[in-house]
């Protein structure tokens, strides 16, 4: 079955400081999808980022890198010199790769940030 | 561009009642799924359908019903409104050419009492 574990519920950290959101999932699948989206207080889902199991190389994108570690299950995310306006929950999924028109998450329970200034 | 739209926002109704949220996706877009959200977990697949056919279905009870309509648009209905089906309930779509990727809406908040 699959799985999605993000151990951390909360996490508090001060504006400026680097912070890593983790991730763990299972599957039998060899290949599928992994993602990372951003949840505000306003409560729409903010796509962040899509990684597929064939490419393991980390992607930095403006503060938020991303780390994929297939050996160890793992897909981590880093927000570098954090913003209050960072201050959201984050969600890692998992989905399966040739899913056709079929587009089923399997989503993990969430990380929330608080960003203090 | 106008992103997924849900309407309600908000919306209370008591046990037994029935419930309907719509949903209309990103022009361009055929592909809608449902979800649900309950307070500090993640969202859970409730249905997925693609050019007005149901392509997948989460572990949701019968009384848990959706349709998509000709111009992609979707309802999902909730019968026999029971106290924990208060929730978040989020329509996401999505197009053929970004395998995976959901664009999802602001949500429909039900509240049962």
């Known amino acids: 079955a699959q799985k999605v574990t993000q151990a951390q519920t909360e996490i508090s950290v001060v504006e400026k400081e680097d912070v890593t959101l983790d991730c763990v999932y299972e599957?039998?699948?060899?290949?599928?999808?992994l993602f990372w989206y951003k949840q505000p207080p306003s409560g729409e889902l903010v796509f962040l980022i899509r990684?597929?199991?064939?490419d393991e190389q980390n992607e930095i994108s403006g503060r938020y890198s991303w780390n994929f570690q297939k050996s160890t299950s793992s897909f981590n995310f880093t927000i570098t010199a954090s913003q209050v306006v960072d201050s959201a929950v984050y969600f890692c999924?998992?989905?399966?790769?040739?899913?056709?028109?079929?587009?089923?998450?399997?989503w993990g329970l969430g990380t929330s940030l608080a960003v203090n200034p | 561009d106008a992103g997924v739209t849900q309407s309600p926002t908000h919306l209370i109704k008591t046990r037994g009642q029935h419930v309907t949220l719509r949903c209309s996706p990103i022009?361009?877009?055929?592909?809608v799924s449902w979800y649900q959200q309950v307070l500090g977990q993640g969202p859970q697949f409730i249905f997925q359908?693609?050019?007005?056919?149901?392509?997948g279905r989460g572990n949701f009870p019968d009384r848990f019903s959706a349709r998509q309509f000709p111009n992609y648009s979707s309802e999902l209905n909730v019968n026999a409104l029971l106290l924990g089906d208060s929730a978040l309930y989020l329509c996401?779509?999505?197009?053929?050419?970004?395998?995976?990727?959901?664009?999802f809406g602001e949500g429909s908040r039900l509240t049962v009492l």
């Open positions: 022009s361009g877009h055929k592909s």
């Open positions: 599957t039998r699948d060899t290949t599928y999808y």
């Open positions: 996401a779509s999505s197009g053929h050419d970004r395998a995976g990727e959901l664009f």
């Open positions: 359908y693609y050019e007005k056919e149901e392509r």
């Open positions: 999924a998992l989905s399966e790769f040739n899913a056709g028109n079929n587009r089923k998450l399997i």
């Open positions: 990684r597929n199991s064939f």
